[in-house]
């Protein structure tokens, strides 16, 4: 097996990350590179494991999107089970497990293998009864919804008419595709054909953002890419599980150019920050071109503080 090459990639959460903090950008993509080597520097080794952390918000929207997708395949296989038993064998399983790794430390062997949450690494859980209390309430809701509200909208899909997407769980590359010579990873939550027409849904388990729009319409730019679908021919639906809403809309021409130039520009943005702005070899400038949040009371809720915050003087 040849060794791994950290390329030039773009993503929505990479793009949102780098517009926060350049910092942060710099530790989640070249910081923590090679930190699974034993010969990693002690600071690299660092950034890895901290890049490998999750919280308790992102714990929550995974225990629900495999919850719902659960009630989905059972659903499509004539054997359908309500929320409480996908909340019972899927969401509670997998938010005990993940939970415990964290408060055992399981993940100082392997941080790729098991759970830290950064709320229990850096101690601002609170009330962890209280967190777990609220975390289940709020996926349980979701699954309600799920079946009461989106179930019976997507219920007559059949497993032939989904579009594959490979997601980081399946190993190897996950989901993406070249825009004008840049790899760009994108990974739709569902998404289906009905003749000639494309349908996308993004489950969200939290709040209702204005960015989800952009964000969806990148899964527009994946369809229109990958499988030649027409603005005209593509859906998309933003599923607010835990409200019970749905926010459908579609992408016209001029959406698709204003996307597209956003992208671009935080493209440029990026490669100012490699050496000779060459992105074929993607080497970074030192740690110290990369400039600190300019918000610093959002540094406490990064994964990356414990690196950072000898220079912000905490």
Same mark, same amino acid.
């Given at each position: ?10 993503? #929505? ?40 952390? @999750? ?142 027409? !494309? ?27 990958? !499988?030649?679908?027409?603005? @005209?021919?593509? #859906? ?40 000779? #702005? ?37």
């Amino acid at each position: 097996m040849g060794k791994l090459e950290n390329t030039f990639s773009w993503s #929505f959460s990479a793009a949102a990350d780098f517009d926060e903090c350049r910092r942060r950008r710099y530790w989640s993509k070249y910081g923590m590179w090679g930190g699974w080597e034993k010969n990693a520097s002690p600071e690299t080794k660092k950034a890895y494991q901290l890049n490998k952390m @999750d919280n308790r918000w992102g714990l929550m929207g995974q225990a629900a999107e495999n919850s719902v997708m659960r009630v989905l395949r059972q659903h499509q296989a004539g054997n359908p089970i309500d929320a409480e038993t996908a909340f019972e064998t899927v969401a509670r399983l997998f938010l005990r497990q993940k939970w415990t790794e964290s408060k055992r430390g399981e993940w100082k062997t392997d941080p790729k293998k098991f759970c830290c949450l950064r709320e229990h690494y850096y101690g601002t859980m609170g009330d962890e009864k209280a967190a777990a209390e609220q975390m289940s309430g709020q996926i349980k809701n979701c699954i309600v919804n799920f079946i009461g509200k989106v179930l019976p909208r997507i219920g007559k899909i059949t497993r032939e008419q989904e579009l594959p997407v490979k997601t980081p769980d399946m190993g190897g590359d996950p989901e993406s595709i070249e825009f004008k010579g840049v790899k760009m990873y994108v990974i739709p939550d569902y998404a289906y054909r009905v003749g000639g027409q !494309f349908h996308i849904h993004d489950w969200k388990a939290g709040k209702v953002k204005e960015s989800h729009r952009e964000q969806l319409g990148l899964y527009a730019l994946w369809a229109r890419e990958k !499988f030649r679908a027409k603005p @005209d021919d593509t #859906f998309l639906y933003v599923e607010y599980l835990n409200e019970g809403q749905v926010a459908p809309f579609q992408m016209n021409a001029e959406d698709f150019q204003t996307l597209e130039a956003r992208i671009e520009d935080s493209v440029a943005e990026m490669t100012e920050y490699l050496v000779d #702005f060459d992105r074929a070899k993607n080497a970074p400038l030192p740690k110290e071109e990369w400039e600190l949040a300019a918000d610093p009371a959002s540094c406490k809720n990064c994964n990356f503080y414990e690196l950072c915050k000898a220079e912000l003087g905490k």
